[in-house]
């Protein structure tokens, strides 16, 4: 017993060593329950997806950039008293979009100081590009974008292990139960995100609130061994405006928690759960509320 107790004790050092091109196989679902004005599932919305996470460029363990290619994905339209109308999306299949995640602030800098073409905004911008590529000359659909929110889920994941190793290596480890606030300077780009692309206008935007973390303990997943860190995130701010009628938009609020679950072994992600609310007002002719319940679940595969 006394030995649990210096474990649980220690700080725990989470330090990941990419290597490039290593792969990783991962599925994903999205559901998105659509609440009325009493909190009941009108409408629900599922997305199962599987994709292949492959490091493309390590920069001496300070940041790694890498691509996410979807292998598969289904929606599945669900309304009460009615048949599941299920569709697989082929057109996303070997669709690709970059992301990148930071290991090191401080080996960061350094690299920067000594040259600053190595890595720089532009790096961080061609990864944001390439998400718009993806979708351009795709159907200007509203369920479309539901291909878009899970890419942002992706990246979200991406950066919320960012802020696991940077914490770690910045304070020699993370301490049991203690919440830590994340102040993202080196993620400062995706504090505004321009969520639009080219389905929305460029005014639309995501910007994130004050982000909480905490290594909660142990546990296991997918038969691995892993730390368990709590997250979550209050009023970030949303808008959506409609690229061709500027009167058409949807101010809203988004308050998020969940778990990340990271390999004891591997040092990277098992397991990432998210559990969002999401409140906003439609705006233009007539002004509805809208309320959504969103689950995520990310997994390995391997």
């Keep these: 017993m006394e ?15 990419f290597k490039p091109q290593d792969s990783r196989a991962f599925k994903i679902r999205m559901d998105n329950l659509y609440l009325n004005s009493m909190g009941k599932v009108y409408k629900r919305q599922q997305l199962d997806s599987r994709f292949t996470r492959v490091i493309n460029h ?11 290619k979807w292998d ?3 929606f599945t339209n669900k309304l009460p008293k009615k048949p599941d109308v299920s569709i697989d999306w082929t057109f996303m299949q070997k669709r690709e979009f970059y992301s990148h995640m930071i290991l ?57 292990l960012s802020y696991i190793y940077v914490h770690s290596y910045t304070n020699k480890g993370w301490n049991l139960d203690q919440w830590v606030k994340i102040t993202p300077p080196e993620l400062e780009h995706t504090q505004d995100a321009k969520i639009g692309l080219g389905l929305y ?43 061709n009628a500027s009167n058409i938009q949807r101010n809203g609020t988004s308050y998020y928690h969940g778990q990340l679950w990271v390999s004891l072994d591997s040092h990277d992600i098992e397991r990432g759960t998210m559990l969002e ?22 997994e390995s595969l391997a």
């Design 3 to 17: 030995s649990l107790y210096n474990i649980l004790d220690k700080p725990l050092i989470i330090e990941k060593h």
């Design 58 to 68: 390590v920069y001496q363990d300070a940041i790694a950039f890498v691509t996410n």
């Design 72 to 74: 598969t994905m289904s």
């Design 104 to 160: 090191s602030n401080e080996r960061l800098e350094e690299i920067k100081a000594k040259n600053r073409n190595i890595v720089n905004s532009e790096d961080y911008k061609k990864c944001f590009d390439s998400i718009e590529k993806t979708f351009s000359g795709l159907p200007k659909l509203p369920s479309i974008y539901l291909a878009v929110m899970q890419t942002f889920d992706i990246l979200a994941f991406d950066n919320y």
């Design 201 to 243: 206008s460029d005014n639309s935007f995501f910007r994130n609130g004050n982000f909480y973390l905490k290594f909660t303990g142990y546990g296991k997943a997918n038969n691995k061994f892993c730390a368990v860190f709590d997250y979550y995130c209050d009023y970030s701010q949303v808008k959506m405006q409609e690229k």
């Design 277 to 298: 609310s999401y409140i906003a007002l439609q705006e233009g002719s007539v002004k509805t509320p809208v309320h959504i319940r969103r689950r995520v679940l990310c």
